[in-house]
């Protein structure tokens, strides 16, 4: 079974909401990575946060990490139409081997 | 090359075919990852090669899958005796070295049909 698991499954917006997205997972790790993918093809990179961080930002994007509850959070503040994708989040349990545990993502939907 | 690439980008077989699907990496990466991702599902880890080595295979379902990288750089999955099961994306990833603080950089996938 997968490692993270992302609530909601679905989220619809208009555009200029804020997209909220949460990631819960079950073991303890080292790092949580947040992707986007379109059209069930490639995914991208969005955001990396360490375990010993709290909080980390990149342009709209907010992430949030809480190792004792075992959760993290993605914000996209100001959404755009081309925001409209699968999310994704990505646990590491071994720093030096990279082999990512992905949970079954978010579609968000954002109309304009 | 500018990205990784990832050649078919379609794949339809017929069940108890063989098939081989194909990555080529970033130029330079030493760190190589197969992950199969079923219909609304996250990626799944099949493999993954540290040079030329298979530094870990845990994610391989069973004995009919198996992958190769003979000289470091390109690699190769391949399917025996194909099951309708086996249907997916498979996507290939790499990155400069192993450690997680470098990006991973993904390909577009294959998109494998079992008939």
């Known amino acids: 079974s997968q490692q993270g698991e992302e609530d909601p499954q679905a989220l619809s917006i208009q555009e200029g909401e804020n997209a909220t997205m949460n990631c819960s997972y079950k073991t303890s790790i080292n790092n949580l990575q947040w992707y986007r993918q379109n059209s069930g093809r490639g995914l991208v990179h969005l955001i990396l946060i360490r375990s010993n961080e709290r909080e980390k930002h990149s342009g709209r994007l907010r992430v949030t990490l809480d190792t004792s509850k075992k959760s993290s959070s993605l914000l996209i503040t100001a959404s755009r139409a081309a925001d409209t994708a699968s999310y994704f989040c990505a646990t590491d349990l071994n720093t030096n081997a990279g082999k990512s545990t992905f949970g079954d993502g978010t579609t968000l939907t954002v109309k304009p | 090359g500018a990205g990784v690439s990832q050649t078919p980008s379609n794949k339809v077989t017929e069940k108890g075919k063989y098939v081989e699907l194909r990555c080529d990496p970033i130029s330079g990466h030493t760190a190589l990852y197969w992950y199969r991702q079923s219909l609304g599902q996250g990626p799944e880890f099949l493999i993954y090669?540290?040079?030329?080595?298979?530094?870990?295979d845990s994610g391989l379902p069973n004995d009919r899958f198996f992958a190769v990288r003979p000289e470091g750089s390109v690699s190769t999955l391949k399917i025996q005796r194909t099951e309708r099961g086996d249907s997916a994306v498979y996507l290939c990833?790499?990155?400069?070295?192993?450690?997680?603080?470098?990006?991973?950089?993904f390909g577009p996938g294959t998109r494998l049909t079992v008939l």
């Open positions: 090669f540290q040079g030329t080595g298979a530094a870990d």
């Open positions: 990833a790499s990155r400069l070295s192993p450690s997680v603080y470098n990006e991973q950089f």
